[in-house]
């Protein structure tokens, strides 16, 4: 018994879902028809106030800009040095 294949069912790992492909390409051409139109940025301005424009943003900021990943610091430099004294190692190592 276990000698025998695995049965792959489904997608290959790493493959991009068709259905959401098409779903997301139908929706980018929406918005984009919306915005082209002018409709967008007069409901935008419509809204009552300020917070609810900014509610707005924040919900659709994710699908417009991906989020950024935290970074960690690799340099030999501590954290706490400045450029001024960054500049002036460089310049010695150069010399």
Same mark, same amino acid.
């Given at each position: 018994?276990?000698?025998?294949? %695995?049965?792959?069912?489904?997608?290959?790992?790493?493959?991009?879902?068709?259905?959401?492909?098409?779903?997301?390409?139908?929706?980018?051409?929406?918005?984009?028809? =919306?915005?082209?139109?002018?409709?967008?940025?007069?409901?935008?301005?419509?809204? #009552?106030?300020? %917070?609810?424009?900014?509610?707005?943003?924040?919900?659709? *900021?994710? =699908?417009?800009? #991906?989020? *950024?990943?935290?970074?960690?610091?690799?340099?030999?430099? #501590?954290?706490?040095?400045?450029?001024?004294?960054?500049? %002036?190692? *460089?310049?010695?190592?150069?010399?």
């Amino acid at each position: 018994m276990d000698n025998k294949k %695995k049965k792959q069912r489904g997608r290959p790992k790493g493959s991009e879902n068709r259905v959401s492909a098409a779903s997301k390409d139908i929706l980018l051409d929406l918005f984009e028809e =919306y915005r082209d139109i002018g409709q967008l940025k007069e409901d935008f301005f419509d809204l #009552p106030t300020g %917070k609810d424009r900014l509610e707005i943003l924040v919900k659709l *900021l994710p =699908y417009i800009r #991906p989020k *950024l990943s935290a970074i960690e610091h690799s340099a030999k430099e #501590p954290m706490n040095s400045n450029i001024a004294d960054i500049l %002036k190692k *460089l310049a010695e190592e150069c010399e």
